[in-house]
C-alpha cells in the first residue's frame, strides 16, 4: 500500500511539474472571432447552486470594439480592442474597467479606478489593485485547464455607502478568455452581491 501511494504521489508531482514546465512566460491578447461562443453557469457565491446560464457569443468585432451577446438574457457588453469592458446594458462605465491588460505575466500589477451612474445612490466609484497572481489548475465543469490568476481587490462608494469588492479570474488562453471569476461586493461589512461563474462548454476559432 505504502508502495502504491508513493506511486501516485510520483505521478501527480510529475504532472504538475509537467504542467510548469508548459506554462507561458507572456500571455498576449485574444484575437476574437465574430462566432465564439462560451457557456457559464452562474453560481450562488455561498451555496454554489446553480442559478442561470450564460451564453455569451462575440457578436461584433470593429476596429475600434468588440460586442459580447448573452444569448440568454440579451445583455450586450461592449469592450475597446484591448479588452476594457466600456458598457454592460444601459451601463457605462469611465473610464473603460481594465480588470484584464494584455499582455500578462506573472507579477505583473495594475491599478485602475471607474465610474458609473447608479439609479438610486448616484455615482458608484470604484478604486482597485490589481495582480497577476500565477498558474494554477482550476477545474470546472468544461473540463481541467491551467490558467492564469489575476486577483483584484479595492473599494467602492457613492452617495449610499462604501466598502470592499473582491475579484478573481482564471484566464485561459486556448479559450480566449476565462474559465472561471468570482466576484464578491460588501456593504456595511457583509456580503451583499457577488457570483461565481464556471465555464461549461465554448467554441472558438
Same mark, same amino acid.
Given at each position: 500500500?505504502?508502495?502504491? *501511494?508513493?506511486s501516485?504521489?510520483?505521478?501527480?508531482?510529475?504532472?504538475?511539474?509537467?504542467?510548469?514546465?508548459?506554462d507561458?512566460?507572456?500571455?498576449?491578447?485574444?484575437?476574437?472571432? %465574430?462566432? +465564439?461562443?462560451?457557456?457559464?453557469?452562474?453560481?450562488?457565491?455561498?451555496s454554489? %447552486?446553480?442559478?442561470?446560464?450564460q451564453?455569451?457569443?462575440?457578436?461584433?468585432?470593429t +476596429?475600434s470594439?468588440?460586442?459580447i451577446?448573452?444569448?440568454?438574457s440579451?445583455?450586450?457588453?461592449?469592450?475597446?480592442? +484591448?479588452?476594457?469592458?466600456?458598457q454592460?446594458?444601459?451601463?457605462r462605465?469611465?473610464?473603460?474597467?481594465?480588470?484584464?491588460?494584455?499582455p500578462?505575466?506573472?507579477g505583473k500589477?495594475?491599478?485602475h479606478?471607474?465610474?458609473?451612474a447608479?439609479?438610486? *445612490?448616484?455615482?458608484?466609484?470604484?478604486d482597485?489593485?490589481?495582480? %497577476?497572481?500565477?498558474?494554477e +489548475?482550476? /477545474?470546472?465543469?468544461?473540463g481541467?485547464?491551467?490558467?492564469l490568476?489575476?486577483?483584484?481587490?479595492?473599494?467602492?462608494?457613492?452617495? *449610499?455607502?462604501?466598502?470592499?469588492?473582491?475579484?478573481k479570474?482564471?484566464y485561459?488562453?486556448?479559450?480566449?478568455?476565462?474559465?472561471?471569476?468570482?466576484?464578491? /461586493?460588501?456593504?456595511?461589512?457583509?456580503?451583499?452581491?457577488?457570483?461565481?461563474?464556471?465555464?461549461?462548454?465554448?467554441?472558438?476559432?
Amino acid at each position: 500500500m505504502k508502495f502504491i *501511494c508513493l506511486s501516485v504521489a510520483t505521478l501527480l508531482s510529475a504532472f504538475s511539474i509537467a504542467a510548469q514546465a508548459q506554462d507561458l512566460a507572456q500571455v498576449e491578447k485574444p484575437d476574437p472571432k %465574430v462566432g +465564439d461562443t462560451r457557456i457559464y453557469a452562474v453560481l450562488e457565491p455561498i451555496s454554489r %447552486v446553480e442559478q442561470r446560464v450564460q451564453e455569451l457569443t462575440v457578436t461584433e468585432v470593429t +476596429d475600434s470594439q468588440i460586442q459580447i451577446t448573452d444569448k440568454v438574457s440579451s445583455v450586450v457588453t461592449t469592450y475597446d480592442r +484591448d479588452w476594457a469592458i466600456k458598457q454592460v446594458g444601459s451601463r457605462r462605465y469611465t473610464p473603460s474597467v481594465r480588470a484584464l491588460t494584455f499582455p500578462m505575466q506573472v507579477g505583473k500589477k495594475w491599478e485602475h479606478s471607474n465610474s458609473y451612474a447608479h439609479a438610486s *445612490c448616484g455615482t458608484t466609484t470604484s478604486d482597485l489593485k490589481n495582480e %497577476v497572481v500565477g498558474w494554477e +489548475d482550476v /477545474i470546472v465543469p468544461a473540463g481541467t485547464f491551467r490558467a492564469l490568476r489575476i486577483d483584484s481587490n479595492g473599494y467602492w462608494n457613492n452617495s *449610499c455607502g462604501s466598502d470592499r469588492s473582491e475579484y478573481k479570474f482564471w484566464y485561459v488562453p486556448k479559450v480566449k478568455w476565462l474559465v472561471k471569476s468570482e466576484s464578491r /461586493i460588501f456593504a456595511g461589512g457583509r456580503l451583499y452581491d457577488g457570483q461565481i461563474l464556471e465555464l461549461k462548454s465554448f467554441r472558438v476559432d
